[in-house]
């Protein structure tokens, strides 16, 4: 059965390459992340299993007045994340608040722990950024 978002070619599917170009020029884009990036340094890998397109990896790295985020891992990365495909649809609609998912171990953290949270504003400013996309997203589950 079509939707309406089948039919819609500005919908791009979560975790799809032309997702994470989206977020790719929007992070390049965004005017916060450049000041906070002034300041912050920290590169954050993100990895998501079991997804229709299988496993997927991404980076946010932010230093020296530059944010950046794309395919493949952070590098250097301080921090790395890995959840399952359930688990990132859910935070990234909102059914499930991050920090739960954090210390309900449904998204496991490796590295840095103290380099994440001293980049808490640089989190922030990013998740206006994913919402401008997210109003865009297909959601496969």
Same mark, same amino acid.
């Given at each position: 059965?079509?939707?309406?978002?089948?039919?819609?070619?500005?919908?791009?599917?979560?975790?799809?390459?032309?997702?994470?170009?989206?977020?790719?020029?929007?992070?390049?884009?965004?005017?916060?992340?450049?000041?906070?990036?002034?300041?912050?340094?920290?590169?954050?890998?993100?990895?998501?299993?079991?997804?229709?397109?299988?496993?997927?990896? #991404?980076?946010?790295? &932010? %230093?020296?007045?530059?944010?950046?985020?794309? =395919?493949?891992? $952070?590098d250097p990365e301080d921090v790395?994340?890995?959840?399952? #495909?359930?688990?990132? &649809? %859910?935070?990234?609609t909102g059914e499930l608040n =991050?920090?739960? $998912?954090?210390?309900?171990?449904?998204?496991?953290?490796?590295?840095?722990?103290?380099?994440?949270?001293?980049a808490q504003e640089v989190f922030? =400013?990013?998740?206006?950024?994913?919402?401008?996309?997210?109003?865009?997203?297909?959601?496969?589950?």
């Amino acid at each position: 059965m079509s939707t309406d978002d089948d039919n819609n070619p500005e919908m791009i599917d979560y975790l799809s390459l032309a997702w994470i170009r989206e977020l790719s020029r929007e992070v390049r884009e965004s005017e916060e992340l450049a000041e906070l990036a002034t300041h912050h340094s920290i590169g954050v890998t993100q990895v998501v299993n079991e997804g229709p397109d299988g496993d997927v990896t #991404y980076h946010l790295q &932010v %230093a020296d007045g530059t944010a950046m985020f794309g =395919a493949g891992a $952070a590098d250097p990365e301080d921090v790395k994340m890995q959840q399952s #495909y359930e688990t990132a &649809v %859910a935070v990234a609609t909102g059914e499930l608040n =991050a920090q739960e $998912a954090f210390v309900t171990g449904k998204i496991l953290l490796f590295g840095d722990r103290e380099a994440l949270m001293q980049a808490q504003e640089v989190f922030a =400013a990013l998740d206006t950024v994913f919402n401008t996309v997210r109003t865009r997203t297909r959601y496969n589950r």
